[in-house]
Structure formats: structure tokens, C-alpha cells
């Protein structure tokens, strides 16, 4: 079964940064795509920032400029560099990919909390 972990959610002031990382099956690689999602309560699932091999990234409404998705191949690993976060920025963040093969997988998601 395939499982994606994603680390580094937590507590994190208005302002401040904080880095999501995404444990990705060195068998999914090379990816085709990367995601990042999030979703709040009351909010519908909305696209964060998405990584592809063929263009640059894309990234949600009001988030370029403050979200950075990278892929690192060495170490099978999606981050998520966040940056002058708000409160309106707190969600679960889950991670996607794309594989190889073919198959899209999830992982359960990380909880990041902005405290005004």
C-alpha cells in the first residue's frame, strides 16, 4: 500500500514561516506532479501549490509570492516553504503526487495553526 507521510505542521505566529515536508515511495519516482491542498473548516479543499515536470509551479489565489513547493528526487521528498502566513492560512495540509505508473496517491494530512 502506498503511503505518503507529510510532517512539519504546527503552531505558528501571523507572520512567521514554516516548512511542510511530504515522505514520498522512492518507487513513485520520478513524479509526474507534486501537490500541496489544504482545507478548513467550512471550507472546501482548495489547491495550495502544484509542482509538474514540464512547467513551473502553480500556486492558489492570494499564495504566490508567499508559498514555495519543491521537490527533492535525492531524497524523495515535496516541501512546502510558507512564509508570511495568516491566520486565514490554518488548514490541513495534504500532500498529492503523481506517479510513474500512472496512480495518484494522498497523504492524511498535517495541521497547520496561524494564531493572529
Known amino acids: 500500500q502506498v503511503r505518503l507521510v507529510e510532517s512539519g505542521g504546527g503552531l505558528v505566529q501571523t507572520g512567521g514561516a514554516l516548512t511542510l515536508a511530504c515522505a514520498v515511495p522512492?518507487?513513485?519516482?520520478?513524479?509526474?506532479?507534486a501537490e500541496w491542498n489544504r482545507q478548513s473548516p467550512g471550507n472546501q479543499r482548495e489547491l495550495v501549490a502544484k509542482?509538474?515536470?514540464?512547467?513551473?509551479?502553480v500556486y492558489g489565489d492570494s499564495l504566490k509570492g508567499r508559498f514555495s513547493i519543491s521537490v527533492d528526487n535525492a531524497k524523495n521528498v515535496v516541501y512546502l516553504k510558507m512564509t508570511s502566513v495568516k491566520p486565514e492560512d490554518t488548514g490541513v495540509y495534504c500532500c498529492?503526487?503523481?506517479?510513474?505508473?500512472?496512480?495518484?496517491?494522498w497523504g492524511r494530512g498535517t495541521q497547520v495553526t496561524v494564531s493572529s
Open positions: 498529492a503526487v503523481y506517479g510513474m505508473e500512472g496512480g495518484y496517491y
Open positions: 522512492g518507487s513513485l519516482f520520478p513524479l509526474t506532479a
Open positions: 509542482s509538474t515536470s514540464d512547467g513551473p509551479p
